[in-house]
């Protein structure tokens, strides 16, 4: 399955959650809490399957993950000590791309992922261009000269916050330490989604 390419504020609408989270998809009015479409207001309960796997669709479109990733990145979470369901969302804060969006460099994952696939970042010194890399805690992220300078950028960096588990000097990001649980995707109940793999 590959990954979403169509509107996140649709995305966003159905689910009742800002899926860029900036509330960007709601600014137009009220927060909507019915599904897009002529059906979407009514009501019937959903069943536990659907909770289970609504809550795993939540995480793919607001990281911008395919169904074959994901599933990996659940798979290496199971096999870490601690926690499953807060192993798979500190292994899917991890990424590239999401790093380079919680570093304030990028308004979206979607533009973050743009970035890195155009080859405009360093890795502890080496060229990194796959947005699903999985960083190591103590690596060191650099945005090249080449980015530097791009209107986006700045647009980001003045509006953007940097997350608290990231240092930054300049153009550079040291991924210090994994996020707290409660720092980050509290709408996200992972507890279901571990119950969707293992059913």
Do not use: C
């Not at 074959?68 to 899917?92: C, E, H, P, W």
């Not at 300078?149 to 990001?173: C, R």
């Amino acid at each position: 399955m590959s990954r979403f390419t169509g509107s996140i504020f649709k995305k966003s609408r159905r689910y009742g959650i800002s899926l860029l989270e900036n509330n960007k998809e709601f600014t137009k009015g009220k927060k909507r809490t019915t599904a897009p479409g002529q059906h979407g207001a009514k009501k019937s309960k959903p069943s536990d399957y659907q909770l289970h796997m609504y809550e795993k669709q939540k995480v793919r479109y607001m990281y911008g993950i395919n169904e074959r990733q994901f599933k990996t990145l659940f798979t290496l979470a199971s096999k870490k000590s601690g926690v499953t369901g807060v192993n798979l969302l500190q292994l899917v804060e991890s990424r590239l791309d999401n790093l380079v969006f919680r570093a304030g460099w990028a308004r979206t994952r979607a533009q973050a992922r743009q970035f890195v696939n155009h080859g405009h970042f360093l890795v502890d010194g080496h060229k990194a261009n796959i947005p699903s890399m999985i960083i190591k805690l103590g690596s060191v992220i650099e945005m090249k000269q080449s980015l530097q300078n791009n209107v986006s950028v700045k647009e980001a960096i003045e509006v953007m916050s940097v997350a608290p588990w990231l240092t930054k000097s300049d153009f550079k990001v040291t991924f210090t330490r994994l996020p707290e649980r409660n720092e980050f995707a509290k709408e996200i109940n992972e507890s279901l989604i571990v119950e969707y793999y293992n059913r």
